[in-house]
């Protein structure tokens, strides 16, 4: 017999590793697209 409970919890624990693969991602990929868009900006300020 299915569990609904069953299927909450797990869509509970796909919804935090979820979240902590975008906050992961975010780290790594926002910082150098950041870091790219101030040395195009500063090339093209100087």
Do not use: E
């Amino acid at each position: 017999m299915f569990d609904i409970r069953d299927a909450m919890g797990k869509a509970r624990g796909d919804r935090r590793l979820l979240l902590f693969a975008f906050a992961l991602y975010g780290l790594i990929v926002f910082p150098k697209a950041l870091g790219y868009v101030s040395v195009k900006l500063a090339n093209f300020l100087f």
